[in-house]
């Protein structure tokens, strides 16, 4: 019988010779084998971080809505842009920290989200589902795969919400301090009782404010994360102005973690920015092959909860943006 070392490099000899698409098919099928239970239960044991992540899941499940939109927050629904046909009236806000794809499979089949409407006319309209936390895939694949070491590094999440990018980033990145910044009550009150519950407060620090004020920690910031912050939340001739401070704001070198692109966000808005004297993107390929296929479940799945993720280093911060 071959030892595991022998099983390992002839592994590796016939993926160094086939064509990248065959490798790519061979890793699925591999993937699909392991999923189906067809070579039994070859599934490695959850690390102690996705447990914990999983154990804060469920307790904020129990504390919010299915929707997890506060009583304390109003959403503004975008009039320009990708977004602009979130139809409140269709639109259902189901939170993806709280609810992967399969939570919410059983969420329609309880009939606490129905897939589809009826509207005035008794015509059938399908839901439009947004969500405005990053999923427990996305987090993993921001700290585990698309940015680098962060030891002793300092990350920021503007708007924090649930908490979701701060509890990833204490699990699954080395950083040194981790800041949320949220300017709703009741979830900055939520992520103070998780940090304290699990444990946390060594490491992150969650403030309730408008980033607005938050200068000098935009300032001394290695990674800021802007996951959708403004679109959804306050109208855009504010948003105009987040936009130019952030940019006034930000030092270089600093990395920008963003759903959606930059370029998407910035389309619709006047803010005079000047992405390509600002930033410069960071390619993305090889993190994403590898998240794909250690993060989603099926080899199939919609991958675009990973793709809509982007990097950029910040290049220079002042007036050459502008
Ligand atoms: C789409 S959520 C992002 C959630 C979180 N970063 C994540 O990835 O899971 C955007 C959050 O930004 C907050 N927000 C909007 N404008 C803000 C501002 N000026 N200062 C601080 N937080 C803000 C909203 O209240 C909302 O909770």
């Known amino acids: 019988m071959a030892d595991i070392e022998t099983v390992k490099r002839q592994f590796e000899a016939v993926l160094h010779n086939v064509s990248d698409d065959v490798r790519s098919q061979f890793l699925s ?5 392991i999923n189906s239970g067809e070579w039994g239960d070859v599934t490695r044991e959850k690390s102690n971080e996705d447990v914990m992540l999983e154990s804060i899941q469920s307790d904020l499940r129990s504390e919010l809505p ?7 927050e109003n959403i503004h629904f975008p009039q320009t842009g ?5 139809d409140p009236s269709t639109t259902v806000h189901v939170d993806a920290f709280l609810y992967d794809e399969d939570a919410i499979d059983d969420l329609c089949e309880d009939q606490e989200v129905q897939m589809n409407c009826c509207c005035g006319s008794q015509e059938v309209q399908p839901l439009t589902f947004i969500t405005h936390s990053a999923s427990a895939a996305q987090v993993k694949y921001i700290f585990n795969y698309a940015l680098p070491d962060l030891s002793g590094k300092t990350v920021l999440d503007v708007g924090s919400r649930t908490g ?4 990833g980033a204490y699990l699954y990145s080395k950083a040194k301090h981790i800041v949320g910044v949220e300017i709703d009550s009741t979830f900055t009150s939520l992520q103070t009782a998780a940090v304290a519950k699990y444990n946390m ?6 403030i309730h404010d408008d980033i607005l004020n938050q200068g000098p920690l935009i300032a001394s910031s290695d990674v800021v994360i802007l996951n959708n912050v403004f679109e959804f939340f306050v109208p855009k001739d504010l948003q105009e102005k987040l936009w130019i401070y952030l940019f006034a704001t ?3 070198n600093t990395i920008l973690v963003t759903v959606p692109s930059l370029e998407e966000s910035l389309q619709q808005l006047k803010t005079g920015i000047n992405l390509e004297q600002c930033v410069e993107s960071i390619d993305l390929t090889a993190p994403l092959q590898q998240g794909r296929l250690e993060l989603l479940d099926s080899a199939d799945a919609d991958d675009s909860d ?14 050459p943006c502008q």
């Open 164 to 167: 979701a990018v701060l509890y």
């Open 82 to 86: 990708p977004n602009a046909d979130c």
């Open 201 to 206: 407060a060594d490491r992150i620090q969650v």
């Open 250 to 252: 930000l030092r270089n």
């Open 66 to 72: 299915v929707n997890a939109v506060s009583h304390t």
């Open 306 to 319: 990973l793709t809509r993720i982007h990097l950029y280093r910040v290049l220079a911060s002042h007036s």
């Open 29 to 33: 099928w591999i993937k699909n084998k």
